[in-house]
């Protein structure tokens, strides 16, 4: 049986969706699109499971993949630095973001509220900022670990996040988590 591929291009960027995943590769910005109730308007839709960003993209623009109900799994390369507004918010299947080897510096406002299923979350060591409300009402986010370099955890970051239980900042582990974390402050 032959898989339908739908593949596209933007400015420097090529995307193609087979067997579920998409990938997207070539240099610059993945675009910021805007969205609606059915989610985001980019030409890709939101009919994938995976998503495969190759190395050269730099950064993942506002609103990129909100809303897209199916999405389980992301993998992020080094090249991208920063990750935009409302990005992935309300997809609300996401159990996996690999950030672990970007060299993310800003995770954007809203950027992955409520991805209900979003179960942990290890940040790169090049993270600086993480916007306001980036996690909230990840239900599911039980443990984070962020590296010494952190500067910036914008209010509310974690809000509505039930069942987060364990905070890991280099050496020091927050066992107990009982309001959103302010201001520069882990």
């Given at each position: ?29 993945i675009?910021?699109y ?17 998503v ?16 897209c ?16 507004e ?34 942990s979350?290890?940040f ?16 599911h ?19 509505d ?26």
């Open positions: 049986m032959k898989t339908k591929t739908t593949k596209g291009k933007i400015d420097d960027l090529s995307w193609r969706i087979e067997n579920k995943t998409l990938t997207i590769s070539g240099n610059g910005d675009p910021a805007s969205y609606s109730s059915n989610g985001t308007t980019a030409p890709w839709g939101s009919e994938f499971t995976d495969t960003i190759k190395d050269g993209i730099e950064s993942i623009s506002d609103s990129a993949f909100y809303g109900k199916k999405l389980i799994n992301v993998s992020i390369p080094k090249s991208v630095k920063f990750i935009g409302k990005a992935f918010q309300c997809c609300d299947n996401l159990k996996s973001v690999n950030l672990e080897n970007s060299s993310i510096k800003t995770i954007g406002k809203l950027a992955f509220a409520d991805c209900r299923n979003l179960k979350i290890i790169p060591e090049t993270i600086k900022t993480i916007g306001r409300g980036a996690f909230h009402g990840c239900w986010l039980r443990k984070i670990t962020i590296p010494k370099t952190i500067e910036t955890i914008e209010e509310y970051a974690f809000l996040c039930g069942c987060l239980t364990k905070i890991a900042n280099g050496e020091i582990v927050f066992q107990s988590i009982t309001a959103s974390l302010p201001n520069n402050e882990v």
